[in-house]
């Protein structure tokens, strides 16, 4: 402890003039970190010893945004944070200003709002799964992925005229009926999507070039992912059986069935695993899901002014990345007091530096890929 | 259901049963008879008795078995302990929250910090709430314990519990200024180094922060 100091300086003189260390800017232009992220390594040779993320790139104030905003019209910035999984982040943030209203949307609502949730999930695990294989090296795979989920994201523009930022719920329901045809799409696209993910899994599963880049490659282990906070398919991969969709449903989940898969060791190709297993049984909610839509009205009876009682509230859901929770509080005004977003790809993203350690350089693009991180969120 | 009444009342009855959203009503009632009474739908409002509602109290004190437990070991070091929303929140005296939270941790078994942020409140003495949000996988329960702190007194640190706090507080420290003590590392984390101000404060001024960035950059008077 003392020689702390020294310590430090001795390192830092390592760091500028040893020979054997280097440190190394990886973004926030390359392309393998998914927007714009930069990550100080410091190798030894081809392997990192140390890392440091450098985050901010893409920092809006959302927050403080939503301080200046009414409770309506906040909900479409919210879209714009997991920008490929707008439709998730809506759920959360109308769900959660539902609860702090004490307020609940009526069953049509959530049933629809399910299935559209669990779309955006496979959209966004599709494309996870097509960059994330495109950064190891795989090209095929990113084709198929972008031709689901283009059905997907036309279901969306079906369904309420945007693609990407959707703005798809309402605080206390939905502003759109479901058109006509919405079983339809869903049902076409769920059947023709269960041997479309054996077609990836044919790619890649037993891929030996596959095999080599993920397995084995930022291990987690249960009780770290733990206390790192990590949650969703990272936690799961890890062998921790835990979705906010089972242990606290919300939306409509309680009424379906489905499997939480889990992995057992925590590297990258359990993540794999765990986010193919999950593309499958969103795909079942969403079968189950259409085969009885409640009728009825589709909003809630909310005034158009949204005055919530003074109080807060906090409430997360299952985001394709992990929990996603909305911490509001509200002085009785139009205007929340404060708005608090726990987003998954953050907290998610500080577990880089304990998975990348002992790694090649190469295998760094495999753990930022595996993370499934968005930096519109991290950021903020 | 519970918006339309009140939106109703300042007409028929000027109940002023809440006192605390003074600026609010005044706001409504120059638009309701405006748009009511040419609509002729002004005489079945007063004729529906509208039920005098109830002052709902949300925040309810809370009095379960953790509560009794957190109690018995800290005594007065839990501050308040409050329901809102079917949502526990334990409010515990600032220095002792590390020692709460390893209790919390190894003890009642809330193993994940879900959460960590602060609100700002600044017209009270301290102004600041370090809110965190525990989640225990054992009972399937959710926690919120909050500290109250001054600006300048340092928060402990509960990075050395949950190692997810480290990121958490260093965001906590950018937006509020706020001092962790005992974290590794207490930089900030989304805005650059040499950024000034703290901008989820309260007082944290937007157009003077545009102003003043403007003028140095572009070399004009407003950017408004």
Known sequence: MATDTTKDAREKQKTLLGADELVLNMGPQHPSTHGVLRVKLKLDGERVIGSECMIGYLHRGVEKIAEHRTYQQFAPYVDRMDYVAAVSNGLGYCEAIEKLLMVEAPPRAKVIRTILTELQRIASHLLWLGTHALDIGALTPLFYCFREREEILKIFEKYCGARLTTHAFRIGGLQYEAYDTLEKDVERFCKAFESRITDYEELLTQNRIWLGRTKGVGILKAAEAIALGATGPVLRASGVKWDIRKAMPYAAYDQYKFEIPVGTTGDTYDRYLVRMEEMRQSRLICLQAIENIPSGPIMAKVGKVLKPPPGEVYHAIEAPKGELGYYVISDGTVQPYRVRIRPPSFVNLQAFDKMARGHLVADVVAIIGTLDIVLGEVDR | ?224
């Open chain 2, 1 to 224: 259901m519970a918006d339309e009444p009140k939106e109703q009342q300042p007409s028929p009855v000027p109940a002023g049963e809440k006192p605390a959203s003074g600026s609010a009503p005044a706001s409504t009632p120059p638009a309701k008879p405006a748009t009511a009474s040419p609509a002729g739908g002004v005489p079945p409002k007063p004729a529906a008795p509208v039920p005098p509602k109830p002052p709902v109290q949300l925040q309810t004190p809370l009095n379960n078995e953790l509560v009794g437990r957190v109690r018995a070991k800290f005594g007065t070091a839990l501050v308040e302990a409050i329901e809102d929303r079917k949502q526990a929140i334990l409010t515990v005296e600032c220095t002792k929250l590390a020692e709460v939270s390893q209790y919390l941790r190894d003890e009642e078994k809330f193993d994940l910090l879900s959460d960590l942020t602060a609100v700002d409140w600044p017209r009270r003495e301290k102004r600041f709430d370090v809110v965190l949000n525990l989640y225990s996988f054992a009972k399937n329960e959710r926690l919120r314990v909050k500290a109250r702190a001054a600006a300048s007194e340092p928060v402990p640190s509960v990075s050395g519990v949950w190692p997810t706090a480290n990121w958490l507080e260093r965001e906590a420290f950018d937006m509020f200024g706020i001092v962790f003590a005992g974290h590794p590392n207490l930089t900030r984390i989304l805005l650059p180094d040499e950024w000034q101000g703290y901008p989820l404060r309260k007082d944290y001024d937007i157009i003077e922060q545009d102003t003043s960035w403007v003028k140095e950059n572009l070399g004009i008077e407003s950017g408004q």
